[in-house]
């Protein structure tokens, strides 16, 4: 496609339960990101894929975040048992040549 | 960890004013990315700057890169109500990975027309 896609673009859930949040990023690019952006703060790294191999996590808040992208392409990120505070804008962004291009974010409510 | 520091946090100006933004990182920067975020959107990419005291401009955009490689500017020009947004520098540290980058908090930059 022409840009970075997200779905579900709202996603509201109860607290305890699990989402799934997709990335289909743009064709060809090799890098894929996982940001958190909590409301009037800037994106902060969750984890970096490098085609299907998870380079680095080190930005994933707990062992309830995890994320995958097995065939390189489509990336999917998991929170399990979801908090209060999980509740921001999760984006994401594919990369070639070290600029970034980012999705429009699915913003995620826990209740 | 490394850090970066944005300010002001917020900028209203009139329609016709310059503005301008500063980044700073607490750590020096292999280089430096600026990116806009509409209301409701997604931070689009402006600039990315390499080299030590690099200026450069896009129309009424310039951005500069400091000597030590560790703070960066953003100036806009005869603002316009187009120009309404949220401005982050974004920064890779040197030394570091080749890919992760630590963006600041942002300035929000709202015009009146």
């Known amino acids: 496609g022409a840009g970075v896609s997200q779905s579900p673009r709202y996603k509201v859930a109860k607290r305890g339960q699990d989402v799934a949040l997709r990335c289909d990023p743009i064709s060809g690019h090799v890098s894929l990101f996982w940001y958190q952006q909590a409301l009037g703060q800037g994106p902060e790294f969750l984890t970096y894929f490098q085609n299907e191999a998870q380079l680095d996590k080190s930005g994933l808040p707990s062992d309830r975040f995890f994320a995958e992208r097995p065939e390189g392409s489509v990336s999917t990120l998991k929170i399990q048992r979801t908090q209060q505070e999980d509740s921001a804008v999760y984006l994401c962004?594919?990369?070639?040549?070290?600029?970034?291009?980012f999705g429009d974010g699915t913003r995620l409510s826990i209740l | 960890g490394q850090q970066v520091m944005q300010i002001p946090q917020y900028q209203h100006v009139q329609e016709g004013e310059d503005f301008t933004t500063y980044c700073n990182s607490s750590?020096?920067?292999?280089?430096i990315q600026w990116y806009k975020q509409r209301p409701g959107g997604h931070p689009v990419f402006l600039i990315q700057l390499v080299k030590s005291g690099e200026v450069k401009k896009q129309k009424r955009l310039t951005f500069q890169f400091g000597e030590a490689k560790k703070n960066s500017s953003l100036h806009i020009t005869a603002t316009q109500t187009t120009d309404v947004g949220t401005y982050f520098c974004a920064g890779q540290e040197s030394g570091g990975s080749n890919y992760k980058l630590t963006f600041g908090k942002g300035t929000l930059l709202t015009v009146n027309p």
């Open positions: 962004a594919s990369s070639l040549n070290g600029r970034q291009h």
């Open positions: 750590t020096t920067l292999s280089n």
